[in-house]
């Protein structure tokens, strides 16, 4: 089993969805944790930063559940520009662990 | 300018040669990482360095080996390149002040024939 899972998609929405994407990771140890956004042939960035009590970043909220071992990213009122690769990070010691990403392809 | 950067950004070459990738940056970072890139893999971690003397093996060490110049740089070779290691290879650095969030460079896409 892969330390840190996605659903690998696609996920194809209209303009104005709402879309919801979920990671599992192994570890329960795990330290930190982040979602990150790449485009096609692109290298990843930083999306956000998952914290213990939930965040938010305009249309973005992510959620992390210590007790089920997920973290969750939430997308309202997409966008066509939202279109990417969305993938997840959790760290342990220093050791950064990646999901396989989940495509999201928002279509007017 | 971009803070990570990464040479070559392509490069085609046979089975059984030696190739390095080098990758440099700016942002006065002490860690540095390699990772490659794989179609329904993600990414995955080769090895990473937190200062100059410091070196440590990743999830998929076997086949690779790097070295940390200086702060700056951080490079990644291919002993004896082989068709399996074909793939997307991304530098990363990182600072603990930052915590953990990891900046990647633009990526080297590697193609053994």
């Known amino acids: 089993r892969k330390e840190v899972e996605q659903d690998p998609g696609p996920f194809n929405v209209p303009e104005g969805a709402t879309v919801a994407f979920n990671c599992t990771y192994s570890n329960s140890a795990s330290q930190s944790f982040f979602w990150y956004r790449q485009d096609c042939r692109k290298e990843p960035k930083l999306l956000m930063s998952v914290y213990s009590s939930g965040n938010e970043d305009g249309r973005f909220t992510a959620q992390l559940n210590r007790a089920s071992q997920y973290i969750s990213l939430l997308i309202r009122d997409s966008k066509l520009s939202d279109s990417a690769t969305y993938l997840c990070?959790?760290?342990?010691?220093?050791?950064?662990?990646f999901g396989a990403g989940t495509r999201l392809t928002v279509k007017p | 300018d971009a803070d990570v950067t990464q040479t070559p950004r392509n490069r085609i070459t046979k089975t059984g040669k030696r190739i390095m990738l080098e990758c440099s940056q700016t942002k006065g970072h002490d860690r540095m990482y390699w990772y490659r890139q794989d179609p329904g893999l993600g990414l995955q971690l080769i090895y990473y360095s937190f200062d100059v003397k410091d070196i440590n093996k990743g999830e998929i060490s076997d086949g690779y080996s790097v070295s940390r110049q200086a702060q700056a740089k951080f490079s990644l070779s291919l002993e004896s390149a082989i068709p399996n290691q074909t793939a997307l290879y991304f530098c990363?650095?990182?600072?603990?002040?930052?915590?953990?969030?990891?900046?990647f460079g633009p990526g080297t896409r590697l193609t053994v024939l």
């Open positions: 990363a650095t990182s600072d603990l002040s930052g915590a953990d969030t990891q900046y």
């Open positions: 990070a959790v760290t342990n010691n220093n050791d950064m662990r």
